[in-house]
């Protein structure tokens, strides 16, 4: 049986009308410039720091996130809050009215017969 043979060369295929979705700027962007640069930046700093400056600065980091996001979140999180209490107020009994047990108490098991 014969094998094929894969070939190095490029294939290349152009959309009619203009530009594919693959289509790549030749010039950079400045908004990828400054990324890059930035990225650089943090790895260089990073390459500087000690373990446990990088752990610290990890912990930051993550401290930083989940604030924000619970502060972006607070309002889903406060009616969710919200809905919850209003759930248990309708559940409990009305005040001055003796609360209700969820299952009425059942009778001792009967002793075992003598045989």
Same mark, same amino acid.
């Given at each position: 049986?014969?094998? /094929?043979? /894969? ?10 009308? %203009?530009?594919?979705? %693959?289509?790549?700027?030749? /010039? ?5 410039? $400054?990324?890059?640069?930035?990225? $650089?930046?943090?790895? !260089? $700093?990073? %390459? ?20 924000? #996001? $619970? ?8 009616? #969710? ?5 209003? !759930? #248990?107020? !309708?559940?409990?009994?009305?005040? %001055? ?12 098991? !009967? ?5």
């Amino acid at each position: 049986m014969a094998t /094929r043979r /894969r070939t190095t060369a490029r294939r290349t295929t152009r959309s009619s009308g %203009g530009y594919s979705s %693959g289509y790549r700027r030749r /010039r950079p962007s400045t908004a990828s410039t $400054l990324g890059g640069a930035v990225a $650089l930046g943090a790895v !260089a $700093l990073l %390459g500087k720091l000690s373990w446990p400056q990088r752990i610290g600065l990890a912990v930051i980091v993550v401290v930083l996130v989940v604030g924000y #996001e $619970l502060w972006t979140r607070r309002g889903q999180i406060a009616a #969710e809050i919200a809905q919850q209490q209003a !759930a #248990e107020a !309708a559940n409990q009994p009305a005040s %001055g009215q003796p609360a209700l047990p969820a299952q009425p108490p059942q009778a001792p098991p !009967a002793p075992p017969a003598a045989t």
